[in-house]
């Protein structure tokens, strides 16, 4: 976080802030947790605030059925669907600027008698990898492109009308072009403006192709501080976008005629001294052998981290295109059409680009995935193949990779690097989500059925 924006819990008060909200991430990445008033924060600061297990086991609905069927050892009337406390982190207290008079401070989840880490936490998961890559005297850096639809229908309403006539922010594809930029200017400056007072520095900004499609970059660095500025910056954007009247969707592909939103992930490592390990001077392409194992590692256990990469069946609407969202396990030199592109052209600069995970993914998981990825592929030395040269949507299509969530639970399920990671009952508890997310679409009649159908078999 910004040094300059950082408060601690003696300055609340001076500073203005009137509510603290203690919030943590679910198993899709949205914040939960309490609002405070900020005379109480002191007592939340000293003893931690009390959530519901429920959080983390209900569906991305709030469906009740697997809390009802008692499918999780976490939650369920098997246990009385008890509470975990949230210990407020609060090396990241710091104002949420785009609201007034209110801070937020991430927390982590401890068993209510115990205080050990509630192990299923995504925040928790990242934080033990992270701490498994640094006892190997590496020091991770990660950063997030975020990309999201913006329309100018009040989100209100356009949940009363189902989604219909939705009205796009732009009306044309506008990828990089200024002038439909400076159209909302007002809107993103403002925004841009809030976040910087709430600790999260946006490197750059854009219009995208996609009609209604933006993007924003944020600041490379720790990749524990990347994810919550990134879910931060989810909360900033869909709030300041509400009081503007208009609503935005990080969905991986919300239209059909338009190309998804992605989350590209880019990482490298430092040593113990500084020294970047993924730049090697002697080698005719400056990679290292450590980045290329770091890549193969990435590449290698991508199908079984697609469970993670694109959690919903909407994440395949993207995923299965050919809009430049990845493509199997596939590398090349700035190339948009692979699965990892490789850019950077200094020791500093140089790093990967992980092109897989949609706007939906929780980044938590996500930097999970990529960063344990490739440490085992560095651990293991592992090989990487050739680069591609031209579309990689010229080679044949990976039949590895998943095809939907059910496909990926399986995989999941199956991982060598999964079952190191995650105790048998957390990866339990992530298959019975995605089999759910699968199960639960497969019994709706959609639109689709009835245009595709209903006249015509």
């Not at 995504?122 to 990660?142: D, F």
């Not at 990435?298 to 079984?304: G, K, M, S, V």
């Not at 694109?310 to 596939?330: C, E, L, Q």
């Not at 040269?389 to 044949?396: I, M, T």
Request: hydrophobic share 40%.
């Amino acid at each position: 976080m910004i040094d300059d924006v950082r408060l601690a819990p003696e300055e609340l008060e001076a500073a203005g802030i009137r509510t603290v909200i203690v919030a943590t991430p679910d198993m899709q990445g949205r914040l939960v947790g309490r609002r405070i008033p900020v005379e109480g924060f002191g007592r939340v600061v000293e003893n931690g605030v009390d959530i519901c297990t429920c959080a983390w086991a209900w569906d991305i609905d709030q469906g009740l059925e697997l809390i009802d069927a008692n499918r999780f050892a976490l939650c369920g009337m098997h246990n009385g669907v008890p509470d975990v406390t949230l210990i407020p982190d609060l090396e990241t207290l710091r104002p949420a600027a785009w609201l007034e008079g209110v801070a937020i401070c991430l927390a982590d989840p401890v068993d209510v008698h115990t205080h050990a880490p509630m192990p299923i936490s995504p925040r928790v998961i990242l934080k033990q990898e992270l701490a498994r890559i640094r006892e190997l005297g590496l020091t991770p850096l990660a950063g997030t492109e975020l990309e999201f639809y913006l329309f100018r229908n009040d989100p209100r309403e356009l949940r009363r009308s189902g989604f219909r006539d939705l009205d796009p922010t732009t009306l044309t594809p506008s990828d990089f072009m200024i002038h439909e930029g400076n159209l909302y200017e007002p809107f993103f400056q403002k925004l841009r403006s809030d976040l910087r007072a709430s600790g999260i520095l946006v490197e750059a900004a854009q219009s995208e192709w996609g009609l209604g499609q933006w993007e924003m970059t944020f600041e490379y660095g720790d990749p524990l501080e990347m994810a919550d500025r990134h879910a931060l910056y989810k909360l900033a954007v869909r709030d300041t976008a509400a009081r503007a009247g208009m609503s935005a969707t990080f969905m991986a592909r919300p239209l059909n005629d338009q190309p998804g939103s992605s989350c590209h992930v880019h990482v490298s490592f430092v040593d113990e001294e500084g020294t970047a390990v993924f730049w090697d001077e002697s080698a005719d392409d400056r990679l290292s052998g450590r980045m290329r194992s770091a890549i193969a590692g990435a590449l290698e256990h991508a199908p079984a981290l697609m469970a993670w990469y694109a959690p919903t069946v909407n994440s395949y609407r993207r995923s299965n295109s050919s809009d430049v969202a990845g493509s199997g396990r596939t590398w090349g030199f700035d190339n948009r059409t692979t699965t990892v592109r490789v850019v950077g052209h200094s020791p500093k600069a140089l790093r990967f680009e992980f092109r897989l995970p949609g706007a939906d993914t929780n980044p938590y998981f996500t930097l999970t995935g990529v960063l344990a990825s490739a440490r085992d592929g560095m651990e293991r030395q592992s090989v990487l193949g050739d680069h591609v040269v031209g579309s990689a949507y010229d080679l044949p299509a990976d039949g590895a990779m998943p095809a939907d969530p059910r496909q990926a639970s399986a995989l999941f399920g199956e991982s060598a690097l999964v079952q190191d990671l995650l105790a048998p009952e957390l990866i339990s508890h992530q298959q019975v989500l995605l089999d759910h997310e699968w199960s639960t679409f497969m019994s709706r009649v959609t639109d689709w059925d009835l245009h595709r159908y209903f006249d015509r078999i």
